[in-house]
């Protein structure tokens, strides 16, 4: 998987490289779930999460894909979760509320300050054509 | 208990039977989560069930890519459910052939005869101790499963049992003998008339009674060993030396598995058959999980009897 990124990236930016190689920088799905639980503050939790991602990216976000994402997270140590308490809302059921660490805010600043470094002069940001 | 998502037009009822269903295979505290999720958000009764499979999939499948599992089965799920294969299919094959003998010949007027208790006697107890210590060994090796972290154990006592029916599907321990005789250019034993043939003939001494076994002195020995292995006395003693009686049971069981003094060169194997009665005594050792049972009984005993008292 790192290797497939630096191939789509490494005629780019050296820098960029680098930074795969070291970092192990967050995949795109992980940096949707950090900026939506970062978004969403206090009220930050699965189902929460997983609107937030729908709407802004217009696809269907999976169960599975969310909570086996949030493990990993939560093992990296960007997100904290714990259980809530049961709401009438949801049946009685519990909540998974998420929290965004400080090392999550700066693995999401950093995969952003990438993604906008990366994408300048891309024919995407500036309207160009997108064949030569 | 379990609410129906009455208020939510999404999940329809009858899907949300499927979803709880399937639910049941995630943890207590991600299940509330999912179930509480699906309700308050929806998706469809066709997507709900999607969705809680997915996750049921992705969880269940996740620990196949532990390495820690891998290293579990070679190391301890492989060996043991292959030995425990191998001594049950001697052990079921000895209970065929008795009961056989027993109830399929039974005549009163043999009940009169001295000699006829005498070997009912010897057999009775020949079958006891193997059985005994084969349930034993089953324990021990259950016991040391069950010592694996959490994260693994479900897996690995899947896999268990998954290989333990595959062995004896297989027959496993006489193909692998044969097969390891052949690359040892060892010559395989000559085909002999099968003198048990009235007995195989037999579906139920052929088929059932091996899987009776495997069921009754493997499998339910196995379970109930992982169960004690998950929840060890809180001594430190007793954490260091269960544990260690466990390996040495199942080194010992090592020396009963078919072709072991192959392993050996030739003047181990005479040494081994000139000593073979002491050998063959050494299982005899593995019973030790009855003898914690009944120290766990009796300990359970008397501090009933101290409560009562007080």
């Known amino acids: 998987m790192v290797w497939g990124r630096l191939i789509l990236i490494g005629t780019v930016d050296r820098r960029e490289i680098m930074y795969y190689i070291v970092m192990q920088m967050i995949g795109e799905f992980e940096y949707l779930i950090l900026t939506s639980a970062a978004r969403l503050g206090r009220d930050s939790y699965g189902a929460s999460i997983r609107r937030?991602?729908?709407?802004?990216?217009?696809?269907?976000?999976?169960?599975?894909a969310l909570y086996t994402t949030l493990d990993r997270l939560e093992a990296k140590g960007f997100v904290k979760t714990w259980m809530g308490e049961p709401t009438p809302?949801?049946?009685?059921?519990?909540k998974r509320l998420v929290e965004v660490t400080a090392s999550g805010v700066k693995e999401a600043s950093n995969f952003f300050r990438a993604i906008t470094r990366i994408s300048k002069g891309a024919s995407w940001t500036t309207n160009r054509p997108t064949t030569r | 208990m379990d609410n129906q998502p009455a208020d939510d037009p999404m999940i329809s009822r009858e899907s949300w039977p499927v979803v709880l269903w399937l639910s049941r295979w995630l943890e207590q505290s991600e299940r509330e989560a999912v179930l509480g999720d699906l309700i308050e958000y929806g998706g469809g009764g066709r997507g709900a069930i999607a969705n809680v499979l997915g996750l049921v999939v992705r969880r269940r499948t996740a620990v196949f890519l532990d390495w820690k599992l891998w290293v579990a089965v070679l190391l301890i799920v492989l060996p043991l459910s292959y030995l425990l294969s191998a001594v049950a299919q001697t052990a079921a094959s000895l209970g065929a052939v008795y009961s056989w003998m027993y109830l399929n010949n039974w005549d009163w007027a043999l009940t009169r005869d001295a000699g006829f208790w005498y070997v009912l006697r010897e057999m009775a107890t020949n079958f006891g101790i193997?059985?005994?210590?084969?349930?034993?060994?089953?324990?021990?090796?259950?016991?040391?499963?069950?010592?694996?972290?959490?994260?693994?154990l479900r897996a690995s006592r899947n896999v268990f049992i998954v290989l333990l029916a595959s062995f004896q599907f297989g027959e496993a321990p006489s193909r692998v003998l044969q097969l390891w005789m052949h690359f040892r250019g060892l010559p395989l034993s000559p085909p002999?008339?099968?003198?048990?043939?009235?007995?195989t003939a037999n579906i139920f001494y052929r088929v059932l009674c091996p899987w009776i076994v495997l069921a009754a002195l493997?499998?339910?020995?196995?379970?109930?060993?992982?169960?004690?292995?998950?929840?060890?006395?809180?001594?430190?003693?007793?954490?260091?030396?269960l544990p260690i009686l466990a390996a040495i049971s199942l080194l010992i069981m090592l020396t009963q598995g078919p072709g072991f003094d192959l392993l050996f060169g030739a003047a181990m194997r005479e040494w081994l058959w000139r000593n073979r009665?002491?050998?063959?005594?050494?299982?005899?050792?593995?019973?030790?999980?009855?003898?914690?049972?009944?120290?766990?009984g009796f300990g359970r005993y008397r501090r009933g009897k101290a409560v009562v008292a007080q």
Do not use: H
């Open chain 1, 52 to 64: 937030e991602i729908e709407e802004a990216t217009g696809r269907r976000c999976s169960i599975g």
């Open chain 2, 192 to 199: 002999i008339p099968d003198v048990n043939a009235p007995i």
């Open chain 2, 130 to 152: 193997t059985c005994m210590v084969l349930a034993c060994w089953s324990w021990s090796g259950g016991f040391l499963m069950g010592l694996l972290p959490k994260a693994i």
């Open chain 1, 89 to 94: 809302e949801r049946g009685g059921r519990s």
């Open chain 2, 277 to 296: 009665n002491a050998v063959q005594m050494l299982p005899i050792l593995c019973c030790w999980p009855m003898l914690y049972f009944m120290a766990v």
């Open chain 2, 218 to 241: 493997v499998a339910l020995p196995v379970m109930s060993g992982i169960r004690q292995g998950r929840s060890l006395p809180s001594g430190w003693k007793m954490r260091v030396i």
